[in-house]
């Protein structure tokens, strides 16, 4: 890769915070466990409430991605949280703000949503 690329890239990854993150959403907007209505507005409510609760940057930081399909293609939307590896059913917009201020912000997870765990080796 040429070095203008690698400058870019770094450039790019610096902008977005990326390395000072703390935890990594990753919300799945269907159309296999939900429908892309249902999806988009749940998107559109975790980005508004990461905005509002300042996880941008600083102790609680997050990242958050939408993505097509995480492959649990029934009562969704579905989503899963990084590093903790903790998998949430039904994330609909609302339920968004409750796992934004319990989960993201006082890291406790909301278990009656709950349905999976796979948490990332230390290293």
């Not at 040429?2 to 990854?13: F, G, H």
């Not at 269907?30 to 102790?59: D, F, Q, S, Y």
């Not at 590093?83 to 059913?89: D, S």
């Amino acid at each position: 890769m040429s070095d203008e690329r690698e400058e870019q890239l770094r450039e790019v990854a610096a902008k977005l915070g990326v390395g000072a993150y703390h935890r990594h959403v990753f919300l799945c907007t269907g159309p296999n466990c939900c429908t892309p209505e249902v999806g988009t507005a749940a998107w559109e409510v975790l980005k508004r409430e990461i905005k509002e609760k300042g996880l941008g940057a600083g102790e609680h930081a997050c990242y958050r991605t939408k993505v097509g399909c995480l492959r649990i293609c029934c009562h969704g939307p579905t989503m899963v949280v990084y590093p903790e590896g903790t998998w949430y059913h039904g994330m609909t917009a609302e339920r968004i703000p409750l796992f934004v201020q319990q989960h993201l912000v006082e890291g406790k997870p909301v278990e009656e949503w709950v349905f999976a765990r796979n948490p990332l080796p230390l290293p």
